[in-house]
């Protein structure tokens, strides 16, 4: 659930190379190269935000495109809590999302 987190502060605090990040995080070097671009995309920047989670993080990362315009952030079933008091919204569903969210769209 924490990979993303964790591989940009691998990256960026540690400063690993993309294959000693790949063999730390058992993530491939592409799947990383991919996830520094979208995170540079969204205008995200290291260090996160204050009250940053994961689920928020995953869904502004790996945003849905069709015929090139922007649908929906992952997916149109997701499930928001209440903002907290940085204003952020967890994605606090479904299931199948939270228990897969360091390999969605990756």
């Known amino acids: 659930m924490r990979k993303i ?5 691998l990256r960026f605090e540690v400063g ?9 995080a058992d993530v491939s070097t ?11 995309a969204s205008g995200i920047s290291w260090p ?9 993080l995953a869904s502004m990362l ?7 315009r922007l649908v929906d952030c992952v997916d149109d079933s997701l499930e928001y809590d209440d903002e907290d008091e940085h204003g952020w ?6 299931d199948w ?3 897969n969210v360091a390999h969605y769209g990756g």
């Open 5 to 9: 987190h964790e591989i940009l502060r």
């Open 16 to 24: 690993l190379s993309f294959r000693q990040i790949s063999q730390c």
């Open 30 to 40: 592409g799947a990383i190269q991919k996830m520094l671009k979208r995170l540079e």
């Open 48 to 56: 996160l935000p204050e009250g940053m989670s994961e689920p928020r």
């Open 62 to 68: 790996y945003r849905r495109y069709e015929e090139g």
């Open 89 to 94: 919204s967890d994605v606090i569903g479904p």
């Open 97 to 99: 999302l939270l228990g």
